[in-house]
Every structure is written in C-alpha cells, then in structure tokens.
C-alpha cells in the first residue's frame, strides 16, 4: 500500500514536471522574440541561397562592423520604450557628439581624453534635459525629443558649416578601445563588438534580473500603480533618457574613430531604424514589455536586409520598404500572439 501510494505520488511529479516543460515550450514558441528570431533565419537562409556571398567572411565582417553601432544605440531605446519612452534625438546626438570631441581637439587644442568625456558630459545634459521636461513639466516625448533633434542637428550643421570634419586617427589608447580591430582566422571585427556584447549582457541582468528592470517594466505598464507602490517614476526616466543620449554619443564617437570622419549630417534616419529594431525584436511600443535578446536579433534582422537587397540586385533605395513591411508583420505577428496568449 505505502508502495502504491509513493508510486502515485511520484508519477504526479513527473506528470506536472512534464506539464510544466511543456507549457514552457509553449510559452517560448508564442513569445515575440522567438518569433523574430524564426523570421531571422528565414531571411538569412534566402539572402544565403540568393547569393553565395552574403556569408562569406568579406560580408559578414562588413556586417558586423556596423552591426554594434545602432545595436548599442538600440540597448538604450529598449529600456526607455519599456518604460512607455522614447527619444527621436538619437541619431543627432549619434553626429553631434564627435563633431564637439573632434573642435575641441583640433580648435582648442584639447586633449582627446578630455575632448571625449566633454562630449559624454554634452550627450549626458541632452538626455537630463530631455528627461527633466517630459518628466517634470509633462509634455510627450515625441514632442520633445523631436524638438532636440532639431536643436542638435541644426547645432551640428551649425559649427562645422555642414562640412565633416577629419576624426582623430592617430594610434593610441583611445582609438584601440573604441575603433579598434581584430581578426578571428577570416573574420574581422572591431572593437565596438565588445562593446555591445557586455552592454548587452549589463542591459539582460538591469532589465531582467535588477530591480530597476522590475521598476522600468512596471512605469511602462502602469504608472500610476508603479509611484503608489513607492517607484520613484520620474528619476528612473530621466536616467533612463540620460542612458540613451550617452549610448548614442558613444555610438556616435566609435563610428567616427572608425571610419576617421566626423559627420555633422551622421546618424540622420538612425533613430526611426533603432526603434524599428527594437520593436521588431518584441519590445511593446506602448511600454511594459522589453525584451534584450529580442532587440540583438531585431538590430541582426535590419543589418541582414540592409545587406543582403543590395548583394542579390535591389536597389537600396528601396531598402525602407523592405523595413516597413518587416515592421508592419512583426507588428501584427506580435499582436497576434499577445492576444492568443491572453485567451490562453
């Protein structure tokens, strides 16, 4: 009898540990990220039989050498859309900080060390300001954020006369950290690579193991409940607005050291592509639900298409359609998906 009822007790455990695993798998193939990623391989399987070159070692260092860039700009959007945010300004912020480093260095006679942290401390008042008057003074912001890409564009137009200027190309400590290269057998890659792979790792544990992920996630979802449960709503999101600006100025500055060229119209577009990649890769639009390793695989689908139209003979131009209509389905997949898991 005690046999027959630990032989019952047992085949109960396993029964729900089975069921667990399964509803776990379920729950995996419905989440918007694996679903993206689904759609990644498709796209690199047909670009990869389109042409034999698109993963060749040539390409995919090439891809890869832009890849962290807007992945890095993309890292920062995540957590501010989680939050019910965003910031248009990215992309002027992504030209304006190295145009500020290379004056500095090249009218001022400043050192580059100084030149770069004056231009962190630029990128960081852009996003205080930013996050200070939607937070304090309650205006959108897409309003906003529209508004200072404007002012730091026409900034950056302003004091260089719309001319680039010659980034800094001398060896030296800085240039290895942000623009850097290494070669793994016949691949290339730089530096920047590093850089998104532990800020990626830092924005996985910050949005999905801190406490500050738990606030972030509840703001977007619900503010109100958020500050009633003791959520300081308002300095998360202007940090968070702080955090964006400074990813996109670093952004901003390893595109210029590696490339040698500071570009006061750099960046233009960059930040409708970051949102896309965020979205694409699962992030809700309209806050509370982030997911990092969906943005990695939405910022790997863009560069995918970007590439892979213009090695199998589309026109480039017509690169935006492409993008649009990935976006629309994601959209509608996720939506899809949301609302299956809802009835579930």
């Known amino acids: 009898m005690v046999q027959q009822v630990m032989v019952q007790q047992v085949g109960a455990v396993i029964s729900e540990d089975g069921a667990g695993r399964a509803k776990g798998r379920s729950s995996l193939m ?18 990869a039989v389109a042409d034999g070159n ?48 290379m004056l500095l260095v090249q009218n001022a006679g400043i050192d580059i060390g ?7 401390l630029l990128c960081i008042a852009i996003g205080a300001i930013n996050g200070v008057i939607v937070t304090k003074i309650g205006i959108s912001s897409f309003l906003v954020t529209l508004s200072m890409l404007l ?31 290494f070669n793994i057998g016949a691949f290339r890659f730089y530096t920047s690579l590093w ?37 300081p709503a308002d300095a998360v999101k202007i940090w968070l607005f702080v955090l964006t600006s ?19 119209v750099a960046g233009t577009g960059y930040e409708l592509e970051v949102i896309a ?28 298409i970007r590439n892979g139209i213009v090695l199998v ?5 017509a690169y935006n359609i492409f993008v649009g209509v990935i976006i629309l389905a994601m959209l509608i997949l996720h939506a899809l998906l949301q609302k299956n898991a809802a009835r579930s």
């Open 54 to 101: 698109f993963l060749s070692p040539l390409n995919i260092s090439n891809m890869m050498a832009f890849l962290p860039e807007l992945g890095i700009i993309a890292l920062g959007m995540t957590l501010l859309l989680t939050a019910g945010e965003f910031d248009l300004s990215v992309g002027a912020v992504f030209a304006l900080a190295p145009v500020v480093v």
């Open 151 to 181: 002012i730091v564009r026409g900034a950056a137009l302003y004091i260089t006369q719309g001319f680039p200027l010659k980034s800094w190309d001398q060896p030296g400590f800085f240039v290895t950290l942000l623009a850097g290269s």
């Open 313 to 317: 003979g589309v026109p480039g131009l």
């Open 114 to 120: 100084v030149a770069l942290f004056a231009g962190l």
């Open 246 to 264: 400074v990813l996109a100025g670093l952004a901003g500055m390893i595109s210029a050291f590696r490339i040698s060229a500071a570009s006061p």
């Open 30 to 47: 419905r989440s918007p990220q694996f679903s993206s990623f689904v759609i990644l391989i498709v796209l690199l399987v047909v670009f």
């Open 277 to 304: 990649m965020v979205v694409v890769g699962g992030t809700a639009l309209t806050g509370g639900r982030g997911t990092i390793l969906g943005t990695i695989v939405g910022a790997l689908m863009l560069r995918a």
């Open 195 to 231: 850089w998104f792979i532990g800020l990626s790792l830092l924005a996985v544990y910050v949005l999905h193991y801190a406490k500050l992920g738990n606030w972030i996630s509840a703001i977007g979802s619900n503010r109100n409940a958020a500050v009633a449960r003791g959520v």
